[in-house]
């Protein structure tokens, strides 16, 4: 009973850090990129009461500074309609060719067309019918709805991939418009690519051991499909997100034991952005700044290509004279001396080292004297 | 990154100033550099969207693709980036020394090379991108190019993959170069801005540096807000000035910035290994250009086991001797290595000139120094030894402790009874061992390339150029 109770709590705690501000759907994109940096409490928070950290950096003044040029939108629109033309034709071909298959035909399902509210539930029961029959033709699912349990709030995803099954085993396609040129493509971007297939991965496994049946039946093996060379034709290639999936894992574990980090937090504070009628949020900028730095952030030089908040939390690490700025190689070879004064009063002896920092301490005084006599 | 490297960050962070962290410049700066700064078009793998290059900082050429999804633009656009690199790269051709080897003929090898500058890594991945989507096209067959296409191709490919050989200055990008000598306050992802690290190191940080209406990005990728608000409207217009002059203003700042960072670099003074690792640039320069002469086909798309191993190989090689030569050139970095004692320096309390080892005919000269230093010193006694002060001798750890370290000289001081003048250090001097040395290491031994074994795909398909990769897509 207590815990039902306690997770009723922890549930309305999240409702009152969002406020009235509108629930920011967790997409695959976002979920992957809480594995990024597991360490950050403020971020573990803000996804888990499903803040718009978008419009919260915007609105204290440090918008992030990513966006998506219309170049790129219309090249990845472009790439996925030829990939999905004529019933997702050319797919077909591709996966004939990467899986080996010899089907002659393959059903094709849009689990658009019948309206949005229904798809989740029309996804399933498709998903349901399939594992059960595990009939040898092939099936093709376009535009599933898939769902997933993070802190206690269920996240829709909305995949631009297409679950294909064939005798009962699922793949999860997934299309992106960055070239693979010569067999070799950005790491980067194919690393990306792996945590938001993953996502989509333990979602369908999630589903079907929701339905009794067996989670294993979706392969960890994830179709990628990208431009091949410099033209829009296509290109399949497996990727295994094993790994990706031992990460998400552990991180969705512990975005469910928030309760600790809420437990720290005083009863009455709130993220609320307080939205007037037309959205624009009204709550005082210094006010909505003091509530977030209540929590504690992990900056980290990366949070620049993942976090909205960035900007923000990296102005904060600059005003703290946090080492993290500096990147965590930095950070790591400081040996946990966390600020800048503290690591430079260390290396021109006007501090003394504290328990455990002595080799450290040695280390920093003896690379001053090595500076200082090789520019004297 | 070494600790000395993190507290010299910490004191960039502290001061808001860039700290040196080289005492003299370890790449070769040309006395008449190619600076190229190329914009792809967002969103696609290598579609060339405009680049700003020259010789001559007061007199920059602008390339544009006033259309960058129409092929034939495109390639317009190649054949006029030829006609400017082409002439850059053979003119080097013409001068050429005689070189000679040991156990093999010997070669030409141009005076001077030439030395292609872009912005940073990314600039280098494009140029790379771009010699593979030029190298395979013909200028016959059913999808004829300008000829000046696929051999622009080549160079590129060339110059792209030089890029990535260590110490190599054929093709720097400015970013890595400057922060191979100063350290920022800022990481190291950030550093990849060029606004942002030039800042740090002439004014002090600025936030200006990360905005792109007033430092546009420094390319290869343009600012997804220029592209909506300015370049897509333009390019809707239909006029080919509008969209020249909207790609003039993302280029001119950075063309500004890359004089500015080649000015920063050539006020410091060249470090001794610079030129001969130049020297082997020249030679790879002149290799690839006997290799295109004698009609050889294009790199291929990807290298074969051998080639890949063999190169491999040289690339490891030429990372330690970088490493070994800028430590002996620049006591900054040498510095590293003391403090973690694989080199201590200090001043000579003691020597003994004349001492032997042995007796009668096998009776050696083995002048001893005694040096105190304040370094940790880790090196155990019989440990080989070089010093930057006397660069051909060679010495060996006797004794350690208590902030006096006993060497022994065991070659390079000559082959008299005593040792040449100046051989031995005198008592008053002061100087640095280390245990790095830069030892000739002999190459793997590597099956020829039609002796692949069938565990690494087995021999190598030759090349032979066909009308599909010559009329590879381009979209």
């Not at chain 1, 035909?105 to 029959?133: F, M, P, S, W």
């Not at chain 2, 290059?53 to 006029?80: I, Y």
């Not at chain 2, 230093?373 to 060996?396: I, N």
Request: glycine letters at 8%; one cysteine or more; charged letters at 25%.
């Amino acid at each position: 009973m207590s815990g039902l109770k306690r997770e009723g709590d922890h549930a309305h705690r999240l409702e009152a850090l969002r406020g009235t501000t509108p629930q920011q759907p967790h997409d695959a994109r976002a979920i992957a990129a809480l594995a990024a940096n597991p360490g950050c409490a403020r971020r573990a928070l803000m996804d888990g009461a499903g803040v718009d950290k978008d419009a919260a950096a915007r609105h204290l003044g440090f918008p992030a500074p990513f966006g998506q040029s219309p170049f790129a939108i219309t090249r990845g629109n472009v790439f996925e309609a030829l990939v999905k033309a004529d019933g997702c034709a050319e797919l077909l071909r591709m996966l004939r060719e990467l899986l080996g298959l010899t089907v002659a035909e393959v059903a094709y399902h849009d689990v658009e067309n019948v309206g949005a509210h229904l798809r989740h539930a029309h996804t399933r029961t498709l998903i349901d019918r399939a594992a059960r029959d595990g009939h040898d033709a092939g099936t093709l699912y376009d535009h599933p709805l898939l769902s997933l349990e993070i802190a206690g709030h269920t996240a829709y995803l909305e995949p631009d991939v297409v679950a294909f099954q064939l005798g009962g085993r699922f793949h999860i396609v997934e299309i992106k418009s960055f070239a693979v040129i010569d067999g070799q493509a950005d790491p980067s971007a194919v690393a990306a690519a792996a945590r938001q297939a993953a996502v989509y991965v333990l979602a369908l496994r999630t589903l079907l051991e929701e339905l009794g049946h067996d989670p294993l039946k979706v392969s960890h093996d994830v179709v990628l499909v990208c431009p091949e060379n410099f033209a829009n034709r296509p290109v399949a290639s497996l990727v295994d997100v094993r790994r990706q999936l031992a990460v998400l894992r552990r991180q969705l574990t512990r975005m469910t034991s928030l309760d600790r980090l809420l437990e720290e937090l005083p009863e009455d504070l709130t993220f609320d952005l307080r939205p007037d009628e037309d959205g624009r949020p009204t709550r005082p900028v210094a006010e909505l700044g003091d509530a977030l730095r209540r929590t504690t952030a992990r900056y980290a030089p990366d949070c620049l290509s993942t976090c909205d908040m960035c900007f923000f939390c990296r102005d904060e690490a600059r005003q703290e004279g946090a080492s993290d700025l500096l990147g965590r190689q930095v950070r790591d070879e400081l040996g946990g001396v966390a600020s800048v004064t503290e690591a430079l009063g260390l290396a021109d002896g006007t501090r003394d080292p504290a328990e455990g920092q002595e080799e450290i301490a040695r280390l920093l005084r003896n690379a001053e004297r090595l500076r200082g006599e090789c520019l004297a | 990154m070494s600790l000395l490297t993190s507290l010299a960050r910490l004191r960039a962070l502290d001061e808001g100033i860039a700290q040196p962290i080289a005492t003299v410049r370890h790449c070769h700066l040309a006395a008449r550099p190619m600076v190229f700064v190329p914009l792809k078009l967002s969103g696609e793998a290598a579609a060339p969207l405009a680049a700003m290059l020259g010789t001559d900082r007061d007199r920059p050429r602008l390339l544009v693709v006033t259309q960058p999804r129409n092929r034939d633009l495109r390639f317009a656009w190649a054949a006029e980036l030829a006609g400017v690199l082409l002439p850059y790269v053979e003119g080097f051709l013409h001068r050429t020394e005689t070189v000679e080897r040991r156990n093999a003929d010997p070669y030409e090898r141009a005076v001077d090379a030439p030395q292609i500058v872009v912005p940073n890594q990314a600039g280098v991945g494009f140029v790379r991108l771009l010699g593979r989507s030029m190298r395979f096209r013909r200028a016959d067959g059913p999808w004829p190019v300008p000829e000046s296409v696929p051999l622009l191709g080549r160079w590129l490919t060339y110059f792209g993959e030089r890029a990535a050989y260590p110490g190599s200055s054929l093709m720097p990008a400015m970013t890595e170069e400057l922060g191979r000598h100063w350290a920022s306050g800022q990481s190291g992802l950030e550093d990849a801005n060029l606004a942002a690290l030039l800042a740090w190191i002439t004014t002090g940080p600025s936030d200006d540096a990360e905005d792109p209406l007033i430092w546009p990005p420094a390319g290869p990728a343009t600012d997804p807000g220029f592209d909506a608000e300015v370049l897509a409207p333009a390019m809707e217009s239909g006029s080919p000035e509008r969209v020249t002059e909207a790609l003039r203003t993302q280029l001119e700042p950075t063309w500004g910035l890359m004089w500015q960072a080649i000015d920063l670099l050539a006020g410091l003074e060249a470090g001794a290994g610079v030129a001969s690792r130049w020297e082997q640039d020249r030679g790879s320069f002149s290799g690839m250009a006997a290799h295109i002469a004698e009609g050889a086909p294009p790199q291929p798309r990807r290298d074969g086991a051998v080639a890949a191993a063999a190169k491999l190989a040289r690339m490891e090689r030429a990372q330690a001797a970088y490493d070994v030569q800028r430590a002996y050139d620049d006591p900054l970095v040498m510095a590293e290595y003391r403090l973690t004692g694989e080199a201590f320096a200090g001043e000579v309390v003691d020597t003994d000139p004349g001492n032997t080892e042995g007796e009668g005919r096998s009776r050696k000269l083995r002048p001893i120094v005694v040096i105190k230093t304040d370094d940790p010193v880790r090196l155990a006694p019989g440990a080989s030894l070089g010093t930057p002060q006397r660069r051909g001798q060679g010495a060996e750890l006797v004794s350690a402790g208590d902030g006096l370290v006993t060497v022994k000289i065991t070659k390079g001081m000559g082959r008299g009874r005593t040792a040449a003048p100046g051989a031995v250090p005198e008592i008053g001097e002061r100087v640095c061992y280390t245990s790095l040395t830069d030892e000739f290491q002999g190459s793997p031994a590597l099956p020829d390339a039609e002796a692949t074994p069938w565990t690494h795909g087995g021999p190598p398909q030759e090349y032979v150029p066909d009308d599909e990769d010559a009329q590879e897509e381009w979209s």
